[in-house]
């Protein structure tokens, strides 16, 4: 699912003269519109798929049109947000059995490099740092768009996937082998600063 950060920068070159450096910027999270996600899924028992999602977290990315590979993104995430939609679940979610949340209010992101293939298809290396442990992932990243919004602002939006093991992060919890890998979806509008 990945989409090109080289390939719009191309388009909007190509659009009517625009220049394509025009787009480029410090993006903050839209936090006060809610237009961002961090949702989960994990295989229970191998018979179906537990979703939740992180209802507290703020970030921001740079986006470098011309030279994407110079892009960069951060995250912090309130841990203590997670949400199951099952209150007790949430709560053993949140002890040490899971994300240890007293201990480590936080996790974040900080990408390290954005690669582009010759298709122009980018990944976003970075460090992802949760219960304590900090361990490099990858980001699948899709740009969904860009443009002016109704109120004089320029919004930019992005989703990334990556999957990473529990046992990754130390997380001692034992769920079974189909439960060993945690898949997240990240979606963000970002407002250019």
Not at 16 to 45: C, P, R
Not at 61 to 69: I, R, T, V
């Amino acid at each position: 699912m990945k989409k090109l950060l080289l390939a719009s920068a191309v388009s909007l070159t190509m659009a009517g003269g625009v220049q394509a450096s025009e787009h480029s910027g410090t993006y903050a999270f839209d936090t006060e519109g809610a237009h961002q996600f961090i949702t989960f899924k994990i295989s229970h028992l191998g018979y179906s798929w537990l979703y939740g999602r992180f209802n507290d977290f703020d970030g921001q990315f740079a986006y470098d049109a011309e030279n994407p590979e110079n892009s960069s993104v951060q995250v912090t995430i309130d841990t203590s947000s997670v949400d199951s939609n099952h209150g007790e679940r949430d709560k053993h979610l949140r002890s040490d059995d899971f994300l240890h949340v007293s201990e480590y209010p936080e996790a974040t992101f900080k990408s390290k490099r954005v690669e582009v293939d010759e298709e122009g298809e980018a990944d976003i290396i970075g460090d992802l740092t949760l219960r304590g442990v900090t361990k490099e992932i990858t980001l699948d990243v899709e740009m969904l768009g860009h443009g002016e919004d109704p109120w004089g602002g320029y919004r930019m939006g992005f989703e990334a996937e990556t999957e990473f093991k529990l046992s990754d992060f130390g997380i001692p919890m034992d769920l079974g082998k189909a439960s060993e890998t945690v898949e997240m979806i990240i979606s963000v509008e970002g407002i250019r600063q």
